[in-house]
């Protein structure tokens, strides 16, 4: 049963409807056994959060930051802030002091929740230069507090202070003077072009982003449910709790490097991503394919063939299939595909919301031919995650993001850019008016600073309009739509395409290094080092081929010329990455400015 109304009481009555049924699937810090939790103590266990909460003094609005990975303490400390109107501001659990020393500083937090030893220790560090801050609370019981700090206690002593609920009655009156227009979250952007900014939620927000998903998204209570992408972002966020509100499961997975383990453990049916986690899905499909026979090569060459027809020819386009190419794809699908899914721990698979990326069509048809419903959407944290997703209900086409969801407009301005307005979208930029006048137009529109168009009642998108680079031609590069292509290659982990006032289209990879020692090892090429790889000219041309294969289809003037190989990979630490693992390219092409100058040389 759904339940959308205010944040503020989603979970006590959900708890209501659902008692001891599970809600929480997860594990403890450094644990290896999966624990349950149930609407009823989840709920009973937000309480004690909003009594300890009042207990340090926390006043209405009052912003409290969280930073963290995902871990049950970190949901239950969102829903106890909200019973008590108070606002939650995420951080990443890889945000750097200097960030999380202006976020806490810009918002004036004074109780800081954190996850494990390094945010902890990052938090203690920058607690001085912090003029607000007065609280750090432990999510880890492990986390060793520094014998000489006097202001961090772990969570469970924070627990204690909400014993016995002993201020429940004011929690209560609180949540009942709850408006729909209290901020809910400020979540900082990541910033690929400059400095974070607090892009403002409200409760309003959240209840229109509910009822409008909800009619396209079959979230239900059977699902389950997996928590893949950070919390902390927009997209993990609006979907867990849509995914709450339906009674679904979730499975709370705490470390994104053992989130396949996690799958085949718990099969989940449900889980949302971003595109880089289907292109490795399909690489490594791929990579075992390749290794098999030809016999069982062939076999499955066929099956997606049929697969292809079947679900992206008919079923996704709305129509019928011929009723022996049915008959060939239910068997298919029984024998080779469920095969593929039960390895990724995907047997009970449901569908897939994606988005945060550009989507190659040849990884979106792979997955959906396999039998996996992919919802490839697109969204900002300005507008409370979606503004489009695909509708399994209407014809979906590879390489649109989806519809519109109801209530939000959509316009394209001259300019090719996407313009948003409706109850999603956020008021603006936490004490920032500059900003926020500068990203509406006249007319209250959204500037998204992505480039699109319209086509047949779905979106589709052709770039960001700052990432868009023009050559000293003339000519517009989409850069994204090029990586796209490059990352469903095998051998390359990460890739930037260069293009700004150059003369052509280059490149900066860094390859898959297991598989290329391993290539190497196989063509008997000598190396002792990384360095000796990326200088190979037979693992040069090896590359060149693979890429001009992958290119075909762009224009002459889109295709990447020349490229060099990097011995390591794009960083946060080196500000080359944001938290959300997209290029900040400026600092890019000033970082690695000697390697691309060296690509133009004649």
């Known amino acids: ?343 990724l721990g995907l047997d009970n698979a449901h569908f897939f919301p994606t988005a945060g990326a550009a989507v190659s069509a040849e990884v979106e048809e792979f997955i959906l031919s396999i039998g996996l419903n992919m919802m490839v959407g697109y969204g900002l944290t300005e507008s409370l995650a979606t503004v489009s997703n695909c509708h399994f209900d209407k014809p979906i086409t590879i390489g649109s993001v989806g519809r519109p969801i109801p209530g939000i407009q959509v316009k394209i301005a001259d300019t090719g850019e996407v313009m948003l307005k409706g109850p999603t979208v956020t008021p603006g930029y936490y004490r920032r008016d500059d900003l926020t006048r500068q990203a509406f137009d006249q007319e209250g529109f959204f500037h998204t600073g992505d480039a699109g168009y319209i086509k047949d009642g779905e979106l589709f998108l052709t770039d960001r309009i700052k990432d868009l680079f023009k050559t000293s031609n003339g000519k517009y590069i989409a850069p994204q739509m090029i990586e796209a292509k490059l990352l469903v290659d095998k051998f390359i982990d990460q890739v930037a395409v260069i293009a700004d006032e150059r003369k052509f289209v280059s490149a900066l990879i860094i390859p898959d290094y297991a598989l290329l020692e391993q290539y190497a090892r196989s063509n008997n090429i000598a190396f002792s080092c990384r360095e000796d790889l990326c200088a190979d000219s037979q693992i040069h041309n090896m590359l060149q081929e693979r890429i001009d294969t992958l290119q075909q289809q762009l224009a002459q003037y889109e295709k990447v010329k020349r490229f060099t190989l990097l011995p390591h990979h794009f960083t946060m630490e080196r500000g080359e990455l944001t938290n959300t693992l997209k290029i900040r390219r400026k600092v890019v092409a000033e970082n690695y400015r000697r390697q691309i100058d060296a690509m133009y040389e004649e």
């Open 1 to 343: 049963m759904q339940e959308y109304g205010h944040l503020s009481n989603m979970i006590f009555a959900q708890a209501e409807r659902y008692g001891r049924r599970e809600l929480f699937i997860y594990k403890d810090f450094g644990g290896s056994e999966w624990k349950s939790c149930s609407f009823a103590e989840a709920a009973e266990r937000s309480r004690q959060v909003a009594n300890a909460l009042l207990n340090m003094g926390v006043g209405v609005q009052e912003n409290i930051g969280i930073f963290s990975q995902n871990a049950l303490q970190y949901l239950l400390c969102d829903f106890g802030a909200w019973a008590i109107r108070a606002v939650t501001i995420p951080f990443y659990a890889t945000s750097s002091e200097e960030q999380i020393q202006f976020m806490a500083s810009d918002a004036q937090i004074r109780i800081l929740f954190v996850g494990q030893q390094e945010q902890y220790d990052k938090a203690r560090r920058i607690f001085t230069l912090c003029p607000t801050l007065q609280h750090i609370v432990v999510f880890d019981e492990a986390v060793a507090i520094h014998p000489n700090d006097t202001f961090a206690i772990h969570f469970s002593d924070f627990m204690r202070r909400g014993e016995g609920l002993p201020r429940q009655s004011e929690v209560d009156a609180r949540t009942r003077a709850a408006t729909y227009d209290d901020l809910a979250n400020i979540l900082y952007t990541s910033g690929t072009t400059g400095q974070s900014k607090g892009v403002m939620l409200r409760h309003s927000q959240y209840r229109a982003a509910f009822q409008a998903n909800i009619q396209s998204v079959p979230v239900c209570e059977q699902d389950r449910v997996m928590m893949f992408l950070p919390y902390t972002h927009i997209f993990e966020r609006a979907w867990d709790l849509l995914a709450i509100g339906a009674g679904a499961r979730i499975i709370v997975n705490t470390d994104p490097h053992q989130v396949q383990q996690s799958m085949r453990e718990t099969h989940p049916t449900c889980m949302s991503s971003v595109p880089r986690f289907w292109e490795k899905v399909y690489v490594g499909v791929r990579q075992k394919i390749e290794s098999s026979n030809p016999a069982t090569r062939a076999m499955f060459e066929h099956a997606l063939k049929v697969g292809r027809r079947h679900n992206i020819e008919y079923v996704f386009r709305q129509k019928h299939p011929p009723l022996a190419l049915h008959l060939e794809y239910e068997l298919i699908n029984k024998t080779i595909f469920s095969l593929v899914r039960k390895e």
